[in-house]
């Protein structure tokens, strides 16, 4: 019976959508407060009964009821719990059932907070976040129904995916989903003020901390997949330019421009024609890697067209979606009154040249991600863009945009100085350049640039630092007065500077393990010892364990540093009972912010096997970095002011700055 | 009846999310114009307020508060000149109240009944467990049972993984089952459990190979050597240590290993015909007297060798798994698959091989009637003077069924 209330409610949530997807626009158009006012009552309906079908099927993975056909597919009644739950989305049914949750969760959210937002306004932005989920609920039952049922329930289920069975993939979904589904809002919003022909002022307050909450659940995600990638698959790489990868890297690159632009637009009313394009096409980017991810075309272009039901419905809704917002672009976005005027050399400028950046970047990616598809597609020709491809062009569009993030925020609005910036940057430059000369000193191999890139990261974290302590003049007077002003200054602008001093945290992290990894693949026996980084690696031998659903060959390998003993590391080979499909499990060490890394390859001869043993120095930080930025993003959330960009008068200054008031 | 309360309720639910607040905000039909326009002033307003805060705060200094005002102040007079007209509408509330109680219903019921099974009941794993066996619902009883029984087996191995003889009791199952990675693991176990001995050896590597689908690995030809090591004479494992042989391309040591294992196997031995077929494989006649293979014709059975996979014969496994039973099981097990055979052939006639397979079949195990009528099936399927009722009288023929 569960199984079914659950079906009859998603399709009770699709009725609802199309009701929402209608009534509100319609009484938005005519004026008519009642029809207005459905949009927030259904919008709770559908929440609630996407809901109801979520912990339906939630209901039948726990309980094991093998007469739902999902269930039988993707569980196993000897899983543990937590995999039951995360089986749930762990497959393509339940993983579209938690993306409308979702979306209708944030649906609801718009009808909650929305008070403020114009009456008409609010019923436009409900109803097209209303079409989104009524097109994604209509995929679901026509052709990704999890509610499918079984006459003859087998007595046991064949197993979730065992690359899948990992704590990692337990919050990595639901977070990139609500990263992805997050700036549907943000779309909603920008189709709505197409349709309304204007842009209020309220929208531009809306968007921001939208898309931020977005982008906050994109970073975390990312990240969170990264070091999933990193510690299951065994290969010590933490990002590979893997399609899927660049599905979800996309929409971050082209979400990070808008929250840019979006800061522009509700400080001062400028950019609001590029803030809707961008809004526009970071949701296409999000639909774009769901239909990658989704429709199987990734695996193969030919295996797409062999099944083509799901792929072409997600083609047809990409289709459908982009261009219809930017056919309503083309025609509307003349009718938006362009906002405030700025010099090039301003805060605004500084935005712009960040988006231009950003865009660039995100059209790379999106080269590389899509040119051999359509390659193999047309001439059925087989090529992949690696590393090799995205290092050669991705990079040298990023580092100017590094090198140019901590002038931004020192920029004044409207017009700026630069020569002032730049003084007011001249330490964190310096010392940065001192990091680099000091590094060629001590450091002897690796590549050339590698120094140079850790000077990056060292210049975007003090760069960062700079803009808080010249904001409260942190060294012009007495430190207590200073620390006082810094803790006054708004939330924003701390926000600021973690995110900055996040990507500065990244870089770091980045290239010094892309420099100076040490790896080592070689065959041991028991009682051999490997160096490795300075750490020596003994292999004492091999033991089975047994797991509740797979059986582990584990490798015990003392660890020691300059002969005394600091621990254990023990990689495994897995072997999931119910598929026999072999995974591997890494040991990693954690040694200050740098980790060993241990995994275990085929058994060889006579009790041999092949070990990957790599040393990675501050690689930490790769993920360390992402945590920053999103720390940073929530204190930027908290901070609930409303925002007026104040622009320095033409004359202002030639005056001195103002001492501040004696508090 | 509880699912459709349910569902009553739910659509009750959604209808009244549309009808509450369309008919409670009729009363009022609102001036979109003017809500728009203070919504914009108020914003500007409460933008004011804020720059006046931080003015008190220090964060930004006089001058700058000023031309924020001033921008503020340019901001406001641009909304006021926006101000849009459209006109008050008279309401919609009735017309679309009715349409939503009617279609809301309708289109949810429609769309959920050409999907959903309403009538199956969930059937969670545990209450399952709990059904007594024989008493279980829907589905095939028996198979049902078998089912139940093997998962309440398996409920206790995992509750005690250190039962050598419950993993040596569902083992054997697995290997009917087809589940040869679980019976792999069960025969592990009770090796690693109760010991190594021959047979246990021989049988944890024949569920490798029939896991590995036929190949004899070489984890599977370990197990297979330690079988010998315990008993020279195991003839399981040295029919699959000779098949080993012969996936290496060692055809005539294979066929020594063969030809010496039927020599030394008395002449009633089970494995005998595997063997017999293999060397048939080859090329090669058996060299050893008393040969016994009449009950189990190899071209009658169309076993298969393991690079030529054909439809629908026995397979590699199929044909270990004959060598092992009994004699008894053995002939169940012929039976199956000539019903098998008979079943397809009902159902589709035009497979002229497969009605002389049936024929012959039908006459190895003593049915030379069903024969006969297998046969006139054929010429039904066949008719006229062609070369395929050339064959078929041919066949009645050989097997003595003819009947003029």
């Known amino acids: 019976m569960i199984p079914e209330i659950g079906h009859y409610a998603l399709v009770l949530a699709l009725t609802m959508a199309l009701v929402q997807s209608v009534l509100p626009l319609w009484g938005a158009r005519r004026g008519d407060a009642g029809l207005m006012a459905t949009g927030a009552s259904t919008a709770y309906a559908q929440l609630l009964l996407v809901l109801v079908a979520f912990l339906a099927l939630t209901t039948a993975y726990l309980q094991s009821d093998f007469s739902v056909l999902n269930v039988v597919q993707n569980s196993h009644s000897a899983k543990p719990l937590l995999y039951k739950i995360t089986g749930v989305w762990g497959n393509h049914e339940g993983s579209m059932v938690l993306w409308v949750l979702i979306l209708v969760f944030f649906g609801a959210l718009v009808a909650i907070f929305g008070g403020n937002l114009p009456e008409g306004l609010r019923a436009t932005v409900l109803s097209v976040q209303a079409w989104t989920t009524a097109v994604f609920l209509l995929f679901i039952l026509a052709t990704s129904n999890p509610f499918v049922r079984l006459s003859e329930a087998p007595i046991e289920g064949t197993d ?75 290969w010590g790489g933490w990002w590979f330019w893997d399609p899927v990868e660049n599905a979800s890297f996309l929409p971050w690159l082209s979400g990070t421009a808008l929250l840019h632009s979006a800061i522009v637009m509700e400080k001062r009313n400028a950019l609001k024609v590029w803030t809707v394009l961008l809004a526009i096409l970071t949701f296409s980017l999000s639909l774009l890697g769901t239909f990658l991810v989704r429709s199987g075309v990734l695996t193969s272009v030919h295996a797409f067209a062999t099944d083509p039901t799901r792929g072409v419905f997600i083609l047809l809704i990409l289709v459908f979606a ?213 750490y020596e690696l003994t292999l004492d031998g091999f033991a ?86 999103v720390i940073g993003g929530v204190v930027s959330l908290t901070d609930r002011r409303l925002r007026v960009g104040a622009p320095r008068r033409a004359k202002a200054s030639e005056k001195p700055i103002q001492p501040a008031p004696a508090e | 009846m509880v699912l459709w309360i349910v569902f009553a309720v739910l659509t009750g639910l959604a209808i009244l999310a549309v009808l509450v607040p369309l008919t409670r905000a009729t009363t009022r039909v609102s001036e979109p114009d003017r809500s728009d326009r203070d919504s914009d002033i108020a914003v500007y307003k409460d933008q004011l307020r804020e720059v006046e805060a931080d003015l008190e705060r220090g964060v930004v200094n006089a001058d700058e508060a000023e031309a924020a005002r001033a921008e503020l102040g340019r901001r406001l007079l641009a909304a006021d000149r926006q101000a849009r007209t459209l006109g008050g509408a008279a309401s919609l509330a009735r017309p679309v109240a009715v349409a939503v109680i009617l279609l809301v219903p309708l289109f949810s019921l429609g769309a959920y009944l050409t999907l959903g099974s309403p009538n199956m009941p969930g059937q969670p794993l545990a209450a399952r467990m709990d059904v007594s066996p024989g008493t279980s619902p829907g589905g095939t009883p028996q198979g049902q049972d078998i089912g139940g029984l093997v998962a309440q087996v398996e409920r206790h191995l995992a509750a005690q993984p250190e039962d050598g003889e419950g993993w040596e009791v569902i083992a054997p199952v697995y290997m009917r089952m087809g589940r040869f990675a679980d019976a792999t693991r069960a025969y592990a176990n009770a090796v690693r459990l109760l010991g190594s001995t021959a047979p246990r050896e021989a049988n944890l590597g024949e569920a490798r190979v029939a896991l590995a689908n036929g190949l004899v690995t070489a984890d599977a030809r370990a197990a297979f050597e330690r079988a010998l090591a315990l008993d020279p004479a195991d003839p399981k494992s040295r029919y699959f240590v000779a098949l080993a ?158 009947q003029s």
């Open chain 1, 160 to 234: 979730l995916n065992p690359i899948l069975q990992d704590p990692g993939l337990a919050f990595h979904p639901p977070l990139l989903y609500a990263g992805y589904v997050g700036f549907s809002v943000a779309f909603s919003f920008a189709v709505a003020a197409l349709i309304e022909g204007r842009v209020d002022a309220a929208w531009a307050r809306w968007v921001r901390p939208w898309t931020l909450a977005a982008w906050c659940f994109l970073t975390l995600g990312i990240a969170l997949g990264s070091y999933w990638a990193y510690y299951e698959l065994g």
């Open chain 1, 544 to 629: 089975p364990r047994e797991g509740p659903n797979y059986s582990d060959t584990v490798g015990i390998f003392t660890v020691r540093r300059g002969g005394a003993e600091i621990g254990r590391l023990e990689p495994a080979r897995r072997v999931y009972v119910a598929t026999g499909m072999p995974t591997t499990e890494t040991g990693i060490r954690t040694q200050g912010l740098s980790q060993l890394y241990v995994s275990l390859g085929d058994a060889g001869s006579e009790g041999a096997m092949a070990v990957r043993a790599y040393y990675k120095p501050l690689v930490t930080l790769i993920w360390l970095g992402p945590l920053v930025m």
């Open chain 2, 245 to 402: 042989a012969r996936q290496d391309g060692e055809t005539n040591k294979a066929e020594r290993a063969w030809q010496a294992l039927l020599a030394e196997s008395p002449a009633d031995a089970p494995w005998r015909p595997l063997v017999v077929q293999r060397l048939a494989e080859l090329g090669v006649e058996p060299e050893s007297a008393g040969i016994n293979n009449r009950d189990l014709d190899s071209r009658g059975l169309d076993s298969r060798g393991l690079d030529s996979p054909a439809p629908r014969g026995p397979s590699a496994e199929d044909m270990a798994a004959a060598a092992q039973m009994s004699a008894e099981d053995r002939a169940a097990m012929i039976a199956g698959m000539v019903q098998g055979l008979a079943d397809r052939l009902a159902e589709d006639g035009s497979d002229l091989d497969g009605w002389l397979r049936l024929a012959r079949a039908y006459v190895v195990m003593g049915e030379p009637d069903k024969a006969r009528q297998a046969l006139s099936s054929a010429r039904e399927n066949f008719p006229g003077d062609t070369e395929e009722g050339a064959r078929i009288d041919d066949t009645a023929k050989t097997l003595g069924l003819d």
């Open chain 1, 322 to 534: 982009v261009g219809g917002a930017l056919a309503l672009f083309a025609w509307r976005a003349s009718s938006l009154q362009s906002g405030g005027l700025f010099a090039p050399i301003s805060r605004e400028g500084a935005l712009v040249l960040n988006n231009l950046l950003l865009s660039a970047a995100c059209g790379v990616v999106l080269i590389g991600t899509l040119y051999p598809l359509a390659l193999e597609a047309v001439t059925g020709q087989k090529i992949s863009v690696g590393a090799p491809f995205f290092d050669a062009t991705f990079a040298p569009i990023m580092v100017p945009l590094l090198l140019a993030v901590p002038f931004g925020p020192m920029l004044a609005w409207k017009r700026g100085d630069l020569y002032a910036a730049s003084q007011r940057l001249f330490a964190a430059a310096a010392i940065a350049l001192v990091c680099m000369i000091a590094l060629y000193a001590v450091v002897s191999g690796g590549p050339v640039l590698a120094p140079f890139g850790i000077g990056l990261g060292v210049w975007l974290i003090l760069g960062a630092i700079s803009e808080i302590t010249f904001r409260s003049k942190l060294f012009s007077g007495p430190l207590s007065t200073g620390l006082r002003r810094a803790a006054g200054l708004p939330r924003a602008a701390w926000g600021t500077m973690l995110a900055h001093a996040g990507v500065g945290v990244t870089v770091i992290g980045i290239v010094a393990v892309t420099a100076y990894e040490r790896e080592e693949i070689v065959s041991m026996k028991p009682g051999d010892t490997l160096d490795i980084g300075g």
